[in-house]
């Protein structure tokens, strides 16, 4: 009965057209930052419709409170990775820190060469949406996302932004990279939100 009850439990925790993966795949288009480990020269920036725009190195970060989050992860393309946990930064304490606007409405999440992601700030300040420096215990690979990556679990996975570097907080929403592309503006793997048409 045991593995009954377990399909059961699996299956309510799997969106529709997802199957579940062991591994982890990698995802992403362009190369992987080589960054060593001397973070002096990284920083995070917030900015935009914020009280105070502010720029966070590596150490001030680990010096926030650290949150620790397990959960699933829904990727676009189809694989399902349960129970992963996280630790870093929940970006609720970021938007606390910088004083969010009332007229910030979006979130823009930038990462290394160029590329974006957006989503409604609500979906940001969500208590379950964070910053993550460490996954299953160890700091992120440099292909996971290494140093900070954001991981946004009730979205899919491509609004999980690895390398990022700043943080902006707009009034308009604005597309990103995959959402210029045909990927849908917000993305909710419980309701199959994959593409712009969806
Ligand atoms: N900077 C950056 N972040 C990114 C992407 C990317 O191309 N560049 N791809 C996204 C997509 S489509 C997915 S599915 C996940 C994959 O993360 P993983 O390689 O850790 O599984 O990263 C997301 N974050
Ligand atoms: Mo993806």
Not at 3 to 13: D, H, N, S, T
Not at 154 to 175: C, D, G, M
Request: proline share 6%; charged share 20%; hydrophobic share 40%.
């Amino acid at each position: 009965m045991f593995f009954g009850r377990k399909r059961e439990v699996v299956a309510g925790r799997v969106p529709p057209n997802q199957r579940v993966t062991t591994g982890w795949p990698v995802l992403h288009t362009g190369g992987i930052p080589a960054y060593t480990k001397d973070l002096s020269n990284w920083d995070l920036r917030i900015y935009g419709q914020v009280e105070e725009e502010m720029y966070l190195s590596f150490e001030e970060l680990l010096n926030l409170p650290q949150y620790i989050a397990g959960n699933d992860i829904h990727c676009v393309t189809g694989w399902s990775k349960l129970d992963n946990e996280w630790k870093g930064i929940q970006t609720l304490q970021i938007a606390k820190l910088a004083g969010v606007k009332p007229e910030a409405q979006f979130v823009i999440l930038h990462a290394e060469e160029g590329w974006s992601t957006n989503l409604p700030l609500a979906d940001f300040l969500r208590d379950t949406s964070l910053l993550a420096h460490s996954h299953n215990g160890d700091w992120l690979t440099p292909e996971h996302g290494y140093p900070l990556r954001a991981v946004i679990p009730h979205l899919y996975f491509w609004k999980s932004a690895k390398w990022v570097r700043a943080i902006e907080f707009t009034v308009q929403n604005k597309p990103g990279f995959w959402e210029r592309n045909g990927y849908h503006m917000y993305g909710r793997p419980w309701k199959e939100e994959r593409f712009s048409w969806d």
